[in-house]
């Protein structure tokens, strides 16, 4: 097993909307967040975006749209000399009782399943509290970025004292940054193993 980056997407990679993302020509690249992709991939760890998408189970786009989406987001990243090697999302509706949507744990299992990964020796990067415990739940390292929701528009701002350890960002690029020092850390080779 190997560790790897799970990052959320909205938010993350592209623009928040209050109004959600229902058609590719809603998704924005946030700044910078293809040049951090590239940086991202040439660590060599896997890849893997988890991501909410309610806008299924509220009716408001397709599962067929959302996943069409999701391959030119990555048709992106590959032409800009990223990777991202799989999207796992929840397409329930709040209140559904899943255990995929986020804090549960379980689109970070199923990425881990599918990609080999070892939770405790991954990172995951996202915008919300929801974010963070779900890194939590699986014992992952959780990373902040305040773009989109952030920590300063987040109205659970809070619940933030539940959360014991987490890096806190300035975007996706400064994650890629704080993994990169992480990992050159002596403690933190010993913990990553062989790769």
């Avoid at 890849?47 to 786009?61: C, F």
């Avoid at 070892?118 to 779900?134: I, K, W, Y």
């Avoid at 890096?167 to 890629?176: E, P, Y």
Wanted: proline residues 6%; contains cysteine.
């Amino acid at each position: 097993m190997r560790p790897g980056i799970l990052l959320d997407r909205d938010g993350v990679i592209n623009e928040n909307r209050p109004d959600h993302i229902k058609r590719w020509s809603e998704f924005e690249f946030l700044p910078g967040t293809l040049d951090a992709l590239r940086s991202l991939a040439a660590l060599g760890l896997p890849i893997a975006v988890v991501t909410n998408q309610s806008v299924i189970g509220r009716g408001l786009a397709s599962q067929g749209t959302i996943e069409d989406i999701h391959e030119r987001m990555l048709a992106v990243v590959r032409a800009t000399g990223g990777r991202i090697d799989g999207v796992w999302y929840c397409p329930h509706a709040p209140g559904a009782r899943c255990d995929c949507r986020k804090p549960a744990p379980g689109l970070l299992i199923a990425a881990a399943t599918a990609l080999n990964l070892d939770l405790h020796r991954s990172f995951l990067v996202g915008d919300a509290v929801s974010d963070m415990q779900a890194a939590l739940a699986v014992g992952a390292y959780p990373i902040m970025v305040r773009t989109g929701r952030g920590v300063l528009m987040q109205p659970q701002t809070r619940a933030l004292h539940d959360v014991p350890e987490f890096a806190l960002v300035d975007d996706l690029q400064a994650a890629v940054d704080w993994v990169y020092r992480t990992i050159e850390t002596s403690v933190f080779r010993i913990a990553l193993g062989d790769q």
